[in-house]
Each structure stands twice: as C-alpha cells, then as structure tokens.
C-alpha cells in the first residue's frame, strides 16, 4: 500500500465519521422541529390555500432568506380548446365496439338496460308533464349521441328523474312548443362549456346543495305521484305539506284499483333485484300491471294512443321565442344547463369509481358528449337528458365492457317505439306512478349527505336550506339558497381563496425522509421518500372552491413526472387549516388518476378529520397517509 493511499483512505474514514456525528445531531435537531410542528397542527391562522412545490433538497449552509429568494412563481396552464370534440381520443373507444371477446356481453349488457329505459322512459315523461312518446323518442336519440361523445366509456344518457320537475317548471312557464329550444339551448352551452375546458366549473356546487337538491327533487316526485297513484285528480300548486293535508282530507275517492297496480309495481321493483341483480324489475313490474289491467278488466287510466314509428321522430328545428320571452327562457335554460352538467358529472364519477376503464373520466368531454346528445334531442322535439347513474349501474353490473351496450339500448328504445307502440299504449298509469314512487323514494336520503354529516355536521346546513326552499318556494330559489348558504359557511370560517403555487429549488446534501405511517387493520407499513422526491404543500383550506387549484396541482404533477421515476407524488398536508368533503374528495379522486398511471401518492401530516374522509373517499388505501412525517438527514460524502 502506497503512502499516498493509506492517506486518502485515512482522511476517507475521518470524513464518514464526522458525516455520522453530525447527522445524528442534525438529525435529533429536525426531529424535535418536526415533533413541535406538529404539536401545533390547526392551531396556525386561517391564511390563503397555496400549493407549494418543493424538491426535498436543503442545504446546510442556506438560510430561508437565501432559499424564498430562489423561489420562482409558477403560471396556471392554460389546456388546449377541445375544437376537434374530443374525437382523436374517442376512435379507439370506437374500434373497442367491434372486439369479438367484448361483442356478446355487450350486446346482453344493452338489452338488459333497454328493458329498464323503456318504463322509465315513459315514467320520467309522465313526471316531467310531457306526452309518453316523447320520453322514448327522446331516450333513443340522446342514448346514440351521450354514449358514443360522452366522456365515460359505461354511462347510459337518457331522461333523468332529477330533471324532471325541472322540465314541468319550463313547460308550465313557457309552453311545451318552448321545451324543444330549451333543450337546444342546453345542448349548446354543454357543448361550448366543454369545449372551452369549462368542467371544472361544473363541480363548484357544494356536494351538499346537490344532496339537497336530490332530497327535494324526490319529496317533490313523491308528493305529485301518490294522488296519481291513488287515482285521484289533485289541484296543481300545492307544495308537499299542502298535498298531505288535501290527501287526507280527500283519502275517500281513491280508487283501489289504481292504488293495487302503483303498490304492486313498487313491491316487484323493490323486490325483484333482490332476487338476481340482473332481473328486469321495472319492465316484469309493468309488464305485469298492464296483464293486470286487461286482464281483470280493471277501471284505471292508461297512456292512450301514441305515434308508432318514425311518426314518433319529428325532425324540425326549434322556433325562436319571441323577443319578450327571452329573459325568462333563458334563466329557465341556464337553470336546466347546470343541473344537467353537473347531475352528468357527478353520475360519472360515481361510475369510474365502480369500475375503472382504459378510457379515464374526462368531464370536458362529457360535456362535449351531453351537449351532443342534448342538441340531437331538442332538434327531434325532445326533452333535456343527463348521463342517468341508474341506467348507467345496471349497465356495468350487467357485463358492459365498451361504448356499444349504449347503442344496443337506443335501438331497443327505438325498436319498442317501431313496434309495441299498441303495447305500450296499454300501459296502465298507475304502474308508472308506482315506478316513480320508488325512485322519489330512494332520491330522499342519499349517500352524499352521510359523508357530509361525517365530516363537519355544519357543512350539512347547505342541504337543509336548499331543500326547505326548495319545497316552499321552488326549485330555483331552493338551489340559490343552498349555494348562498354553503359560501356563507365558507366566508364564515375565512375561506377566502388565494393561491400562489411557489417552487422552491435550492441544492445541498441529500434528505432522505421517511413517514410513521398510521397504524390500520389493512395497513401497517412505512412511507419512504427518496432524497429527489417532489413534496407538494397545501396551504391554506380545501373546499368546494378549490376546484381550479386542484385541478392545476394535478396538471402540474402529470406535466413534471418523470414517467420512468418510481418516486411517490408527496403531499405535505401539515398546513391544510379547514376543509370540508367536496374539496377533499376531489382532491382524493385527482390523486387516484395519478395513481392509475402508477405513480405512488402519498400524504403526509394528515389531520384525523383528513384520514376520516379519506378513509370514506379511498377505502382501499391506493393513497397512501400518515398522521405524522419525521425527516432523517444523511450527509452525502463526495
């Protein structure tokens, strides 16, 4: 061994003993800084919500002035116009169609729903005060233009119950000779809101107005369909509480008849999935009480006869409204725009969390899909629709695997109008009373209102109000009042939204950080963090205004990742002040759309009522938490 080696060797040992030294000292200083931190978790003011991007890179040597002054002020990117519809990233959906191994199912999936879109179709148009025919030609036609546009691969477009009283209200303002325009109307602004990269937006109503709408939408359904259901004639413009009243009083000139076939058809509708989630309910259930009816001679009002055909497509386009009209019309189109989009919306998240498809959720262009659908329906004299989560469930539990099942069930729809028009025309009201008597039945408790009273029991006060205004002074003013409510709460609690996305790139020593995960039945493992790991840090409150800055984190992480990376996605949640379920959903749902490319996510510093949601939003733990971080540093010998 030469001199010269054993001295490089010499002063190699004395350099990684001294690295030792002094990581451990470093090491116990971050640990207490950490733990002292941590100890002060929600006690910090309620300043702006910012998303700050840093490589966990520190030098020893830095001061945090020299660090905030290497900071650089990130732009939001600006996405591309959607002018080509989208239609680029559709052509595989397409060929997929036509694969021989899907073909069979598929084709089931389509005439399992077409047996459910039939009856409710015809219910749906009896709810929303327009004639029977109109429903069916209205399902057929948005069903082709929703599933092969739409933004989800499995959703079913049709007629909505949500919608329903929406469309009574437009037609008792404006007339149904107006109902087409609207629908137009509708259809354009989807069209042009996705076009413009404007789904965002749509998801700015608090989860709990929407649970507050469903709630109301389906006390109102229930209030308009039991007289019908009992045969009885009830005067128009009373709210619920007056239609009990005039029930009870009145309760003697029900017809038993009526009231037999709408308890037998809701009995079999409740009963009938329950035997094999495949069976028909709705069509065995009316199906049944039209045999019923005829049969045994009973004395109850049907649909009455109705175009067959092509008789029952009138191609035309809409009139304009006169020039008077407009204002009004158009806060009635506007009204209906939103819910749609954003019943659509929603129906579609629901759906990619049940089954996840090659082609992943883009709410752009699910917007482009019901604005297609929407614009085909008001050209053929139809009715609004929205992507329906019913139609929608039944078709992925039935096997679906592509776009076609969505076909498959239009032309069922158009085929049952061609040829069973006489049939349908039998049909007995009372059966599609009773088919709606169950849907309203089980819009009034939803499962979104469970998640909201599990976070923070005064982010339910939105769904209260909403539906109280709803139910005494309508649809519009309920929903105004809901909104109201929920920005209230969100200025209440210091909510204001201003974000300043910072990156911090400063170089020194390595960090190798690792996390103390929280300790699960299903989980128990620890989060490590690579010395070049990305940590994410949110600042400030997530709620349902977060929206676009939820959207521009997910945007900048795709666009930073390094695809070949194994490194996680950290997200530092330590200085999160407030949040409420919508925001930390969306955030979640975000998250596991990074995670599907198969980009580890993690978060760390999550406060318990974080892991609660959490926990309700991403119960298989794709997304990684701990409830505390500790940061051990190694200094790297060169």
Known sequence: MTTRTALFLSRTLVLEKASRISSSIRSRSLYSTARGALATFGTENNGPFRFQHNQIRWSSL???????????????????????????????????????????????AGLT???????????????????????????????????????????VTGPAAAISLLVVSAVEAHGLESLAFITLACGGLQMASGITRMGTFAKLVPVSVIAGFTTGVGTLILSGQIPKALGMAAPAGMNPFEMLI?????????????????????????????????????????GGATVATHTLGLDVAVIGTMPSGMDAFKFAVPTLPSMDSIPSLMASTLLIYSMTSVESLLSCVALEKMKKTSYKHNSDQELVGQGLANVAAGFFMGMPVTSVIARSGLNLRSGAQTRLPALVQSGFVFGSIAFASETISMVPMPALSGMLIVTGGNMLYPSEFNYCYSVDKFTTMPFFTTVAGMLSMGLAEGIGMGCLTALGLAVHKNMQLNIRLMVEETTGDNVYGYNEALECAKEKSSLLISPNSTVWQLRGPINFVSMFEIDSLTQDVKDERDLDSDDPVVLDMHNVTTLDFTGVEELAIRMLEIADDHAPVQMTNCSPTLLHVLNRVDPNYRIARSSTVLIEEKLKVV
């Open 62 to 108: 830095s001061s945090d002035e020299e660090r905030e002054k290497k900071c650089t002020k990130k732009t939001r990117r600006v996405k591309p116009f959607l002018f080509d519809l989208g239609i680029p990233s559709l052509i595989p959906e397409w060929k997929n169609m036509f694969n021989p191994k899907t073909l069979l199912p598929d084709i089931t």
């Open 113 to 155: 729903v077409g047996c459910i879109a039939v009856p409710l179709s015809l219910a749906i148009a009896l709810a929303s005060g327009v004639p029977a025919e109109m429903g069916l030609a209205t399902a057929a036609v948005a069903g082709v233009a929703g599933g092969l546009m739409g933004g989800t691969t499995l959703a």
């Open 246 to 286: 005039w029930l009870a009083q009145n309760i003697g000139d029900a017809n038993m008849a009526s009231a037999a076939l709408a308890g037998g058809t809701a009995v079999s509708m409740l009963f009938l999935p329950k035997l094999h989630p495949k069976i028909p309910a709705a069509l065995i259930a009316v």
